[in-house]
């Protein structure tokens, strides 16, 4: 019953909706990683002092924006969750008054 | 000469072009970051007023807005950062580099003239000097190139080191905290959205453990209702418990109930094989558990439990989706670092696995509207694929369910020679297909090791262990009395299925697309019919199809066991099973009197209805044609997935034989033939061992 209690004052139609704002938010943040390609410059570029930092400059950026996209689809998936649980709550309570 | 033609290095006349564009493309990322920042942060922000904050959303809005902290503002300022770097270098390259390539062929030229023409003593002296100062004016132009490339190497390193900084895989990074104001980030982590201080502390503990006992004990200290959460946070630890498909540890009762009720488990094959008369008191062992159990071991030893046949469906997808994440992890940072001048073989590879492991089971569309729920806490979110079996060792093992759970039709399909982890997405593809029907579920299946060529593909092994291991997955699926199973087998695959339902699977119905072999009869000592029981003893009544284009050259497969008959006919059944010990795949699908044969007929239009109007199946590659969709074909295979019609084959006299055994034809050889009509599949029974037909065929097959 704590449990259910805590989910008083939620306004679930609003969490969803950032909750799937989010999921849009990492679908895209995800693609985007695959975006990062500069390594091959690194051909053209031969020989010049830039040619030597393209890689592990690609590197860093792909971790990142995959880290990124981690913590944000991490976060869609709790907010699911969560107005899941509630709306099961909220069933429940429904069909238990009626 | 001061400068000769060696002294310009080759990137300065180079393609300023590519380096431009890759600028460019560096922007319009920072941009896309830029905008995603905002979304994420409003999302947050409505987030915490929808959880009950009081705050005041403007001055909310406008302070995370302005926030110059937020790491994505940050690694969009260090993409772009990079992308202005090299925008400096392409500029001087695009106006400096034409100018050079003209100053090196003018330089060549004189030094032509000097060496060949007689210029007079005067003149060589005039043509010198002019070399002089054109070799003067190109080191100008290369010094200044010199300039800008070491300036945009030392902006690319300090973009490098700040994303660097950035990204720290062990720990999370805090992307999110740093996108909005700490009261909003409070209401989050007071909602356990996100890891409590006690949690951050206890991951960062974590991450050091050496051993798997040291990380089980710790995250003992994790609630079971948060555990997920804390997971998913904190991927690096994740991963480290998806590795061991045969997880020992003695302080759990929980594990050591489940390899009791399990008993013994056989590793050698690839697969976790269970006595599958234990598969019951697996899953009755499970349902048994209460709910922050099931969660724990699914957390713990997610290979055991997502690759164990008896768990239910949801609860090995909730396991295995650990493996699949850790799996494209762990691809993703090998192509990182191959990237940076790794052997390009391995980064091919890398990447291949990469594509693979992201396009495998991508969230989306899953037919499934509501979530699976738990003790009230989901464990399958409505949106996340359903993967049932998955390691990446050796050739792979992948199963996936698309499609409601509760569906009355559901069909499993097993793939033929070659198929693989890399390839088995063309199968996902197909299932995704027919899911399309209503109140339909298809699985795609790859839970053995497939035959890797076709002259492989005659050993009898691989019906046999993939036949033994597809009755157990299917057994393991736990499937309701309502629900109708299906297996469906393509090329080795159909053999695969023929061998399951040899030994007795549940199957209600079977088809066979192009199959290697009947899998009952001579020379493999088995049956030579279907068993009417199942492999429990219990009743069971299956229906089985088969279909086979014209034209394909897998006839010779399915008829080599009728010449190893026509020896036994010659009482040199024993010599002819001693030559051909351990290869074949049983008896002719096409003839075999508990078989249907269907036919293949014609190509359709998408929304057309059978029978279609197009080319001919078979007529191209007519061995892989009969799995392709909008076809007669497809239509066979959807038709008796969901109980509907068939097309039965038909054949006509053409012709003899020694006057006696009349050589027959399919119907649909004659383009001119209208087509034949859908028959209802209860409506079709076999035709039974036709002696004269099947021979006719044979001669006429090898014939053509």
Redesign the interface.
């Known amino acids: 019953m704590g ?1 259910i209690m805590s989910f008083v ?4 139609e ?2 969803a ?2 909750a799937r ?5 990492s679908q ?3 693609d ?2 695959g ?5 091959w ?2 051909t ?25 996209q ?3 689809a ?2 869609g ?6 107005t ?2 509630v709306r ?2 909220v069933g429940h309570h429904a069909r238990v008054m009626t | 000469m001061s400068t000769d033609s060696g002294s310009t ?3 300065m006349l ?2 300023a072009e ?2 431009l564009d ?1 600028a460019a ?2 922007h319009t ?1 920072a941009a ?2 830029d905008t ?1 920042d905002d ?2 942060t ?3 922000g ?2 915490a ?4 904050w009081h705050g005041d959303l403007v001055d909310r809005g406008d302070q995370a807005a302005g926030s110059v902290s937020s ?2 503002s940050r ?1 969009a300022g ?2 772009r950062a ?1 992308a202005e ?2 925008t400096g ?1 392409g500029e001087l390259l695009s106006s400096h580099g034409p100018q050079l390539t003209s100053l090196h062929q003018q330089v060549l030229d004189i030094a032509t003239a000097l060496l060949w023409s007689d210029l007079g003593t005067a003149g060589q002296q005039d043509a010198e000097a002019a070399r002089d100062d054109l070799n003067q004016h190109r080191r100008l132009l290369a010094a200044e190139l010199d300039d800008a ?2 300036t ?2 030392d902006l ?2 300090s ?2 080191v700040a ?2 900084d ?4 062990q720990v ?5 905290r740093s996108s909005v104001p700490s009261e909003v980030w409070s209401v ?1 982590r007071d ?1 356990g ?2 890891d409590s201080d006690l949690e951050q502390s206890l991951a960062e503990v974590a991450l050091a453990c050496t051993t798997s006992a040291e990380l089980w004990a710790l995250l003992a200290e994790v609630d079971a209702d948060r555990l997920d ?1 804390f997971l ?2 904190n ?1 690096t630890l994740a991963h480290r418990l998806t590795l061991d498909y045969h997880p020992q540890n003695p302080d759990d009762p929980a594990l050591a109930g489940l390899y009791a009720a399990a008993g013994p488990l056989d590793l050698t094959g690839g697969s976790i094989a269970v006595d599958p008369a234990r598969i019951a008191d697996i899953a009755s062992y499970w349902q048994g558990l209460r709910p922050d159990e099931r969660t724990r071991l699914r957390a713990y030893y997610p290979a055991l439990i997502g690759n164990l046949d008896g768990i239910p469906v949801p609860h090995r997808a909730a396991a295995n989706s650990w493996l699949v994440d850790a799996a494209r ?1 762990q691809a ?2 090998e ?3 191959l ?3 790794g052997d390009p073989r391995r980064l091919a590879a890398a990447q291949e696995r990469l594509a693979l492991f ?1 396009q495998l089971s991508p ?1 989306g569309d899953t037919g499934r509207t509501v ?1 699976v ?1 738990d003790g ?3 464990i399958l ?1 409505a ?1 996340a694929p359903a993967v049932l079996a998955f390691d990446t060792r050796a050739d792979g093992r992948f199963a996936q369910w698309h499609g409601p759970f509760g569906a009355s039709n559901v069909a499993v399909y097993v793939p033929g020679t070659g198929t693989d982890l890399g390839s088995i997405s063309t199968v996902d593809a197909l299932m995704r297909r027919l899911v399309t029907e209503p109140d339909t579920a298809g699985i795609s299946w790859l839970g053995t090791d497939l035959p890797d060529t076709v002259p492989a593909a005659a050993w009898t092994r691989y019906s046999e262990d993939g036949g033994e291991s597809l009755l157990r997955f299917t057994e393991g699926l736990g499937l309701a009395d309502d629900q109708s199973l299906t297996a469906i087998g393509y090329s080795a695959g159909g053999g695969i299925v023929a061998w399951a339902d040899m030994i007795g699977a549940k199957f209600d119905r079977t088809m066979l697309l192009a199959p290697s072999g009947a899998a009952v009869g001579l020379p493999l000592n088995t049956p030579g019919s279907y068993p009417v029981a199942a492999w429990d003893g219990s009743a069971r009544e299956v229906q089985r199809f088969t279909q086979t284009a014209p034209g394909d050259l897998i006839v010779l497969a399915q008829r080599s066991n009728d010449a190893r008959a026509l020896l036994g006919f010659g009482g040199l059944t024993g010599i002819g099973v001693g030559l051909f010990g351990g290869l074949g795949h049983g008896s002719d699908p096409n003839t075999h009197d508990q078989i249907i044969r269907v036919e293949t007929g014609r190509f359709c239009e998408p929304d057309e209805q059978q029978p279609c109007g197009g080319t001919r199946v078979g007529e191209v590659n007519p061995h892989s044609a009969v799995t392709w969709p909008d076809s007669d074909a497809w239509h066979n295979t959807v038709g008796v997935v969901t109980g509907g019609t068939v097309l039965p084959y038909r054949s006509q006299v053409i012709g003899d034989l020694f006057w006696i055994i009349p050589v027959h034809e399919n119907v649909y050889v004659n383009d001119a033939y209208p087509g034949t009509n859908p028959v209802p599949i209860e409506a079709v029974t076999p035709t039974g061992v036709l002696w004269g037909p099947m021979l006719g065929h044979l001669v006429k097959d090898l014939a053509s």
């Not at chain 1, 998936?77 to 969560?82: A, C, G, I, R």
């Open positions: 449990w004052g939620i306004d679930i609003a969490t909706q950032a704002a989010l999921r849009e938010s895209v943040l995800g985007a990683v975006t990062v390609t500069t390594a410059l690194a053209p570029l031969a020989g010049s002092l830039t040619a030597s930092l393209l890689g592990p400059f690609q590197v860093a950026a792909r971790l990142c924006l995959r880290d990124a981690r913590e944000v991490t976060l998936d709790e907010l699911s969750t969560l899941a649980n099961l709550s | 290095p080759g990137w180079g393609n590519a380096v890759t493309a560096l990322l896309l970051v995603e979304r994420v409003t999302s947050m409505s987030t007023l929808a959880l009950g790491l994505f690694v260090d993409l990079a770097a090299l270098l490339d070491r945009c190497r690319l390193q973009a490098t994303l660097q950035l990204a720290r895989p999370a990074t805090g992307f999110l989050f909602r959205l996100v959460g998913r946070r991927p992890d993703e940072a192509v990182a670092q990237l940076d001048g992201t969230p979530p729920l009230g806490r989901v979110p949106g």
